[in-house]
């Protein structure tokens, strides 16, 4: 389990404990003033802290990453920081909530212009504040089976599932990720700090039902899957594997599942 699971899971995955999508648990950590300031400057700062943090890194590296680094990374984690989970669990998690609400992602419209709709508020609801905040005042209010309907597709389509708190432990969303997140660019591809846990789980291949076709190997945002030439099939990388899941989809043979990382001694304690 990793350090959220720990604190904040009451002996669950930290995000299958309900408490921490309350109003109860939000007003112990937040108001909805703080809520509301917070998101009403979200995409402006995302943008600002990915900027000054490359800039900062090229400019001083040593000190970027013995210091910067590990503040931004204990800041997040205090403010708003996630995980990557595969669909079971985001399914999981729909079922245990009373409200959810379909949001903009304003991760593509910053980094390529594009508007879509795959952030989903869940648990509390947010829409007498979301209401004020002119990047997320579009939203649209479904059902649990709608958006679980609807994630299932995205899975299929290839996007990340991850949870996030806004102040922790307090969860307010469930997203779905393409590699223009910045929260994946800041973590993954920039390496500027960590904003969010490897899921709980790694994927595995069955050599038996493999077949050597690559699938999983294109689907992988994360570059865990290796071709093994000699015996023309794949293989995970389980410390690259951020357990999403996401690669089951694109196997006809069903070669893939998802283990508990906690039973996979090589990466048990890599978060
Ligand atoms: S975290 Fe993912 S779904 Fe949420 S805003 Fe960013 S890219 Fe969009
Ligand atoms: S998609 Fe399935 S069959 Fe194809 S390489 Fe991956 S595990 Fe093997
Ligand atoms: S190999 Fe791991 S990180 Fe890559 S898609 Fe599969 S579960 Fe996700």
Sequence with gaps: ?????????????????????????????STDKKLKNYLSNFAQSLHDGLVRAEKWKKRI?????????????????????????????????????????RL???????????????????????????????????????TAAEAKKEI????????????WTFQTPFIGAVCNCDQDCMAYLFQYRKKLAKVMWKGEYVAIIDHDRCKGC?????RCPFDAVRFDRGLGKCNIEVRNCYGCGICRPTCSEDALVLLEREKVPQVADSW
């Design 1 to 29: 389990m990793c350090e959220f699971c720990i604190n904040h899971g009451e002996g669950k995955k930290w995000y299958r404990n309900m408490t921490n999508y309350t109003r109860e648990l939000f007003l112990q950590v």
């Design 61 to 101: 590296p040593y000190i970027y990453s013995s210091l910067i680094y590990p503040w931004i990374t204990h800041h997040q984690k205090k403010t708003h920081f996630g995980q990557v989970l595969p669909i079971e669990d985001v399914e999981y998690i729909l079922d245990g909530v009373n409200s959810v609400v």
């Design 104 to 142: 903009p992602c304003i991760c593509r419209r910053i980094n390529s212009g594009v508007e879509t709709r795959v952030c989903y508020a869940v648990g509390m609801d947010t829409t007498h504040i979301l209401k004020d905040v002119p990047d997320f005042s579009q939203f649209d209010r479904i």
């Design 152 to 163: 299932k597709h995205l899975d299929t389509e290839g996007l990340t599932h991850s949870v």
């Design 214 to 218: 690559c699938q999983c190997l294109k």
